[in-house]
């Protein structure tokens, strides 16, 4: 079932610089909330790292906080350079990783 | 920009003067952060501190968007431009995003690469309450800027 | 300008009070074109929305409910149940064979010999025709799947039925609209008949209506139905809330529905 959503754009040119929008579900707990019912604190879980790769590179990486909202939403940008994959690679407290790919077109 | 032809020099001294400007606190309690009591000017301070260490920073470079009033703390709209050519030589390295009035100021890091074209993000965070929102950036050559603008949050306190 | 309230003063006892809204950001919006959220008088949440919000669920990429919807779609594709078969299997694209749907629920059901909203209809379909388990109320995939369906009736006119073997039901719905409740006697027609437009605590009213769900509410960050809002909007004035899938909650998803005949099918919104 898909968790994360990726887009970028059908096709570039070489040397056009195309926006890649992401989204995935998380709740992002803060780890400062408490449970209404038995007053604990509910553990912090969030997704603290997200890695963009292209090109066989790392072109792009963020930190998060607990301050980034549920459901984590980043836009960026990237320079197309040759057709191939992109990865996307979203890193929870736990280690638990989510994985994403989408290939890029890129012609000219 | 104004701001690009004269840069001005933070010394930490105003960034703790710069932190401490709050905008009037709402008088609200709600579920985001409950129980945490905010960031102070220090905390914010070091927060930077141990993501740039005691480099000096500049101002201008940095366009910073956000609402001017958020319906709901829980997912404020951010974006951020850094005017960088984005060449092998001249890029942006990182930006840091600081929230002043949150339990914990930090709010994330985003890493760019010449590869990125520009440095251009949009995101959404957490606010407790109103407070300013800081944006530091580090560029290759080791020179920092930092910026910061005032978010007004609206608390729904009913509708359940 | 401000209308006034029959018992407002208790209200503002209990730190519950209106105040007109001149001068807010609101009085300016009034002036705007608000396209196809705005039939008539009637007005859907999404003009009450600030420009942040109502740019959440512009594009249907930032809208963090498609990730809800996905799950929906992936699951009118999965074969469940002893029948084998998915809603696929007898419904094919859900663009087609779906569209419109979502618009006119809910529907009276002969079999039930009452009101069926559109959740309901959707597990009678996974119990009868596919031999699976029905979906829980409010659980990710009921949403998903609601929110999936109805997204195919996207832009549509509400367009519900309230005569014949509605009819009673409708009635039903509409006497709980006007009915005061709660500690703070209040009924729904006080806020969002009276009063859109006006703000309440921190809220800015709107006319309450249903085009949109189920929606992502920035409060809950995440996903909820209609009968969540009710809950919620019942709970507020201190009244007790029925549960998820009440008769009495699908007899006023038809009131409400009317209310708003004619408004497009928004879901999935996004609301504060």
């Known amino acids: ?99 994403k790919s989408v290939n890029i077109s890129v012609s000219g | 920009m104004a701001d690009k032809l004269k ?25 985001l952060f409950p129980g945490a009591a905010s960031a102070d000017a220090a905390a914010v301070a070091k927060a930077i501190k141990k993501r740039i260490g005691d480099k000096p920073m500049k101002s201008g470079r940095i366009t910073l968007e956000l609402p001017e009033i958020a319906e709901n703390g829980n997912t404020v709209p951010i974006g951020f431009e850094i005017d960088s050519p984005m060449t092998d030589n001249d890029y942006v390295k990182a930006v840091h995003i600081f929230a002043e009035k949150n ?58 | 300008m401000r209308k006034s309230i029959q018992g407002i003063g208790a209200l503002a006892a209990l730190a519950v009070a209106f105040s007109a809204f001149a001068g807010t950001a609101f009085a300016g919006k009034d002036k705007m074109n608000f396209g196809k959220y705005q039939v008539g008088e009637l007005r859907t949440g999404y003009t009450f929305s600030t420009p942040e919000t109502r740019a959440i669920q512009d594009d249907d990429f930032e809208n963090p409910a498609f990730l809800w919807v996905d799950v929906g779609e992936a699951l009118w594709n999965k074969k469940e149940g002893k029948a084998g078969k998915s809603c696929a299997s007898c419904h094919k694209n859900a663009s087609a064979s779906m569209r419109g749907v979502g618009a006119r629920y809910p529907v009276f059901n002969k079999k039930l010999g009452k009101l069926q909203n559109l959740e309901q209809r959707i597990n009678q379909e996974r119990v009868e025709k596919m031999q699976a388990k029905p979906l829980k109320y409010e659980s990710k995939e009921l949403l998903g799947l609601t929110m999936f369906v109805r997204n195919q009736s996207k832009d549509m006119p509400i367009n519900v039925s309230i005569d014949g073997p509605a009819a009673p039901f409708f009635e039903k719905g509409k006497k709980f609209y006007f009915q005061r409740r709660g500690q703070l006697d209040m009924a729904c027609a006080n806020c969002h008949v009276d009063n859109p437009g006006g703000m309440i605590r921190a809220n800015l009213l709107s006319q309450g209506q249903s085009n949109g769900f189920p929606l992502y509410r920035l409060k809950w960050q995440k996903p909820g139905s209609l009968h969540r809002r009710f809950r919620g909007c019942n709970k507020q004035v201190r009244a007790k809330p029925y549960s998820y899938g009440a008769d009495e909650y699908v007899n006023l998803e038809l009131y409400v529905a009317w209310r708003g005949q004619g408004l497009p099918v928004e879901t999935p919104a996004v609301r504060m």
């Open chain 1, 1 to 99: 079932m898909a968790k994360a959503r990726v887009k970028v754009p059908k096709s570039v040119k070489k040397g056009e610089v195309f926006q890649v929008k992401t989204l995935i579900s998380h709740k992002m707990e803060t780890g400062l909330r408490k449970n209404k019912k038995t007053g604990k604190k509910i553990p912090r879980k969030i997704i603290n790292n997200f890695v963009c790769t292209y090109d066989g590179k790392e072109v792009f990486s963020s930190d998060w906080h607990p301050a980034v909202s549920a459901n984590p939403y980043l836009a960026f940008y990237v320079k197309a350079t040759k057709s191939g994959p992109m990865n996307f690679k979203w890193t929870d407290d736990d280690g638990k990783v989510t994985d």
């Open chain 2, 103 to 160: 339990p914990n100021p930090d709010v994330a890091t985003f890493r760019f690469t010449p590869g990125n074209g520009k440095a251009k993000v949009s995101t959404r965070m957490r606010l407790i309450k109103s407070q300013n929102i800081i944006a530091v950036a580090e560029m290759s050559d080791g020179s920092v800027y930092m910026t910061k603008k005032a978010v007004k949050v609206t608390i729904g306190g009913c509708g359940g």
């Open chain 2, 7 to 31: 840069p001005h020099t933070y010394k930490r001294r105003e960034v703790l003067a710069l932190a401490g400007t709050g905008v009037v606190v709402v008088v609200a309690g709600i579920g």
